[in-house]
């Protein structure tokens, strides 16, 4: 197989019987080595109020919920970094909903905290995470203006974004159509110019909430033409919508376990050519994730012993000894990496600040 064509991807999301066992063949040709990575990371939601409301989202909350996160303080977010350190966690990962300064609940608390707006607080919370701890920030907050991701990048060892999809007939049904911030333009947009400020990237797909076989082809093209430009998406998640109830999506039918296989192979086979790895969340897939690994995924993603999935609350990631046991099982190796890749760590993707962090973490 050469250079993938989208009617090549159509034939592997299509494929049955014998048919899927060829494919999965396929994708052994492209592995370089046994190993299997992972980053041991600490997950910090820095608040829980976002201007999107997805329909397949148990991670925003309204402003009026007690139970929300409105804004975490400096000083909590220090001691869960603390606690992570003991844990041996090398990667900070916040998230936050999307322009939560939107709502002014969360606006009066930045003002409050001494802050005039969302940005100045992310890059100072990075801040003092480099300062004052070993770990590396990792930040996913949704989109971002070029401006913000500029100043983001001198503070974080690298970021993320999911695409989840390149098609705007998803923002018509449950999953995106109370979602501005999902509209696939904007994503792609950030994303880009990511790429642009040369930006070490984790993206990826969403697959259930209602998107076609030709729609998971032409965001897996979309990615990787991305890619080709600019060279700074260091994985692909391939993830699946799990229902979670209380979503507005509770009673939608999960992806089927072939469709699964099937685009883990298509994402394989697409990248097949370039050292980007492809991504299967383990705790999504408990009894599953080991046949992922047979499909060409080579990455588990970031697993904290000290967190839950704030995003999967109901999901709880698998031990480190038990990722380690399945790994093996499978007839892999697993081997723990930086929020960054190896390849993105020299002058040309970082400042000398993150230069010299990693290299005393090392």
Not at 8 to 25: P, Q, R, V, Y
Not at 70 to 83: F, G, M, R, V
Not at 203 to 230: H, P, Q, R
């Amino acid at each position: 197989m050469q250079s993938i064509t989208k009617d090549d991807i159509l034939e592997i999301l299509t494929a049955t019987d014998k048919e899927i066992i060829k494919f999965m063949s396929e994708t052994a040709k492209y592995r370089e080595n046994n190993l299997i990575t992972f980053s041991k990371n600490i997950f910090i939601p820095l608040t829980e109020i976002c201007r999107n409301d997805c329909g397949y989202c148990n991670f925003k909350k309204n402003p009026d919920d007690p139970q929300a996160i409105i804004l975490k303080t400096k000083e909590e977010i220090l001691s869960d970094l603390k606690e992570a350190e003991k844990y041996g966690c090398k990667e900070a990962m916040f998230a936050f909903g999307e322009d939560a300064d939107e709502e002014e609940i969360v606006r009066l608390k930045l003002k409050e905290y001494g802050y005039d707006n969302m940005i100045d607080y992310i890059c100072d919370i990075c801040q003092m995470t480099l300062d004052e701890t070993s770990l590396l920030p990792h930040t996913n907050g949704g989109n971002f203006s070029y401006d913000a991701l500029k100043r983001l990048k001198e503070v974080n060892a690298s970021m993320g974004l999911m695409l989840e999809n390149s098609s705007k007939r998803l923002m018509e049904l449950p999953a995106h159509n109370k979602s501005p911030g999902k509209n696939p333009d904007l994503r792609i947009e950030t994303i880009e110019n990511a790429g642009k400020l040369k930006i070490p990237y984790t993206t990826g797909i969403l697959i259930g909430i209602g998107e076609t076989k030709e729609e998971i082809a032409d965001s897996l093209l979309t990615i990787k033409d991305i890619y080709d430009k600019y060279g700074h998406i260091q994985e692909v998640i391939i993830q699946n919508f799990t229902p979670i109830p209380g979503i507005e999506m509770e009673n939608w039918s999960e992806p089927s376990f072939l469709d699964m296989i099937r685009t883990v192979i298509a994402g394989t086979l697409v990248f097949k050519d370039t050292d980007v790895s492809i991504q299967v969340p383990p705790n999504l897939n408990n009894d599953t994730a080991q046949i992922f690994l047979l499909c060409g995924a080579d990455d588990w993603g970031g697993v904290s012993p000290v967190s839950p999935d704030f995003v999967n609350i109901t999901s709880p990631w698998p031990g480190i000894d038990e990722l380690e046991q399945l790994t093996e099982d499978a007839g892999f190796e697993l081997t723990e990496r930086l929020c960054i890749y190896e390849k993105y760590i020299n002058e040309e993707w970082l400042s000398d600040y993150l230069l010299d962090k990693i290299a005393n973490l090392s």
